[in-house]
């Protein structure tokens, strides 16, 4: 299994807790979270949906629509107020070391030690999943030369970095860690063409020659497209579609034509693409 | 390489992950480093200028006072503030740090424990601040004509040692501050660290406190922490006369250590149901 990154398989690391078909299953999560003036906003309302080994589920919606708070959840960053959360049949909420040891994040931030530079940081994020540097340097020198990183610029502070690379080295240090469970939150948003391109990029290859599972959350129609196998749509919390790109389109069909995603999302939410886009609340 | 980490017990993943932010803490170190000898020559300057406090207490009509002795009671008292303080701002700092960053949701769905990350945090202050107050009493030992005839250092180190682990656990308790209340959390423990300096005795005896402040005294790992470093440099206490500040601060170390892990967790647990975790503001 994974050629590339070389892991033990799901089963070698958890035995026979591993769930046979799943990487990922949420059934009922539900998450609201307070405000100041006492208010409650329902960030998550009765999400269940799966992930099965090695496939590709991108979820898409609007800003605010509770994309990264699920992402959250999942990477045991957030606390679900109902529902179950599963990485391989194994209870997320209950057992968090578990499940943490076997995926990793790449989020719309890049989020590193801005003053150390991308070698640095990643032997650092190496590190904390029990990766000692002898293990990591030659990972980190494939891994860069995969997502065409010049080695020499990895020992940059990361602030002398444009976001593009940042973006790179943020999935170079989700992958270091051989996760079996990749949690892409918008990894592109932001990025201009070519950056957008060379991540897309690598997301395809990690798809192609490894069998990690991936959700992948963004609002770019043809990204979501493009990469995934199924796609959500999530609105105001709910997930209101989920289905392969093609079975998607047709049913929002209005007529004999296929509509493009963007109509279908357009159809779905009843928000334009660019009033998705807009600043909300996540 | 993989293959090697899947079966590695979890103990030695441990291990790596402390050796990890030990590291991270040393490279940051580097990379701040103007800061830091800026930092170091106003701890110094700091230390130097409470020390001459002793030396013109003789103009004040102190004719009886031993000036030597003064004015190394308070270099001794400047620098383990100094050590102490930065030993506890590290440990309560360790989460507002890490959301100014950026990189705290990254750390805390790493599954290396709280516990190693909190210890990781620990051991590079006190071996940090150990370097920087070794550097600062240096530069006052070249200026002042310190009375260390009957020094016992060793006697010194070990108080230190003890009090470094028991800070470390009040510390930890302070850094769940910031994960309760984003906004506020950091300044109350800037608070704390206050208070500890002004009841621990630092530069005066706690004898000169009122009562109440007295009675905080009793609580604050600091107090001991002085008065055991101060027998054991000033008078030359052995490990017999020191027993009577070191057994106080096991005994903080064995409560304020697991409290403290126990409170993070309680307060970790908190932030991740009430999706404070990321919050800064």
Redesign the interface.
């Known amino acids: 299994m994974n050629r590339l990154l070389g892991y033990g398989s799901v089963e070698d690391r958890w035995g026979s807790r591993a769930s046979e078909t799943e990487a990922l299953e949420l059934r009922g999560v539900e998450k609201s979270f307070k405000k100041r003036r006492g208010e409650t906003v329902r960030a998550l309302d009765s999400v269940s949906f799966a992930v099965g080994k090695g496939e590709v589920v991108g979820i898409l919606g609007p800003n605010g629509s509770g994309k990264s708070t699920l992402v959250r959840i999942v990477s045991t960053l957030v606390v679900p107020d109902a529902g179950t959360v599963e990485v391989f049949g194994v209870d997320a909420v209950r057992h968090p070391k578990v499940v943490q040891r076997c995926m990793n994040r790449v989020s719309v931030e890049a989020s590193f030690f801005k003053k150390l530079s991308a070698m640095e940081n990643l032997l650092y994020g190496a590190k904390l999943y029990g990766v000692t540097s002898r293990e990591a340097r030659p990972r980190i020198a494939e891994i860069l030369e995969n997502v065409g990183f010049a080695r020499k610029r990895a020992l940059e502070p990361m602030e002398h970095l444009s976001r593009g690379m940042q973006q790179k080295i943020a999935l170079a240090r989700a992958l270091l860690t051989s996760p079996v469970l990749m949690l892409l939150d918008e990894p592109t948003t932001g990025l201009g063409p070519r950056s957008k391109k060379d991540v897309q990029g690598f997301i395809r290859r990690i798809k192609g020659e490894h069998d990690s599972s991936i959700l992948l959350c963004t609002h770019d129609m043809d990204e979501a497209e493009e990469l995934c196998d199924r796609i959500g749509i999530m609105v105001d919390g709910r997930i209101v579609a989920l289905d392969e790109p093609e079975a998607l389109k047709r049913r929002y069909a209005a007529g004999a034509e296929t509509p493009t995603l963007e109509e279908t999302f357009m159809t779905a939410t009843g928000l334009s693409v660019e009033e998705a886009s807009a600043e909300g609340e996540e | 390489?993989?293959?090697?980490?899947?079966t590695?017990p979890l103990w030695?993943?441990?291990m790596?992950?402390i050796?990890?932010y030990v590291?991270?803490n040393y490279?940051?170190t580097k990379?701040?480093l103007m800061w830091e000898i800026v930092w170091l020559v106003y701890v110094t300057v700091n230390a130097m200028a409470i020390t001459y406090i002793g030396a013109g207490a003789a103009s004040f009509g102190g004719g009886t006072i031993d000036t030597e002795r003064f004015m190394t009671y308070l270099l001794v008292g400047a620098l383990l503030w100094n050590y102490l303080s930065m030993l506890f701002d590290v440990l309560s700092e360790t989460v507002s740090w890490e959301r100014w960053?950026?990189?705290i949701?990254?750390?805390?769905?790493?599954?290396?424990?709280r516990v190693t990350h909190l210890l990781g945090m620990g051991l590079y202050a006190v071996v940090y601040g150990i370097f920087q107050t070794a550097l600062t009493l240096g530069a006052c030992y070249m200026l002042f004509d310190l009375d260390l005839s009957h020094a016992n250092y060793w006697g010194a180190l070990l108080v230190l040692a003890t009090c470094s682990v028991s800070l470390v656990g009040f510390g930890i308790v302070a850094a769940v501050l910031p994960l309760l209340s984003p906004e506020k959390g950091q300044g109350v423990s800037y608070i704390v660290s206050s208070v500890l300096l002004l009841v621990s005795g630092v530069y005066y005896d706690v004898a000169v406190l009122p009562g109440w402040m007295q009675a905080i005294a009793t609580v604050s790992p600091v107090t001991y922490a002085l008065t055991g470093a101060r027998a054991a440099l000033l008078d030359g206490a052995g490990a017999a006369e020191l027993w009577g500040s070191i057994w106080p601060l096991l005994i903080m170390g064995v409560v304020f250590v697991p409290l403290g892990m126990l409170v993070f967790g309680l307060g970790e647990?908190y932030a991740?149901?009430?999706?404070k975790?990321?919050r800064s503001g």
Do not use: C, D, H, V
């Open positions: 390489m993989n293959a090697g980490r899947a590695r030695l993943s441990e790596i992950a050796w990890g590291q991270r490279f940051l990379r701040y960053e950026g990189t949701e990254y750390t805390f769905m790493s599954p290396s424990s647990r991740k149901r009430t999706g975790l990321k």
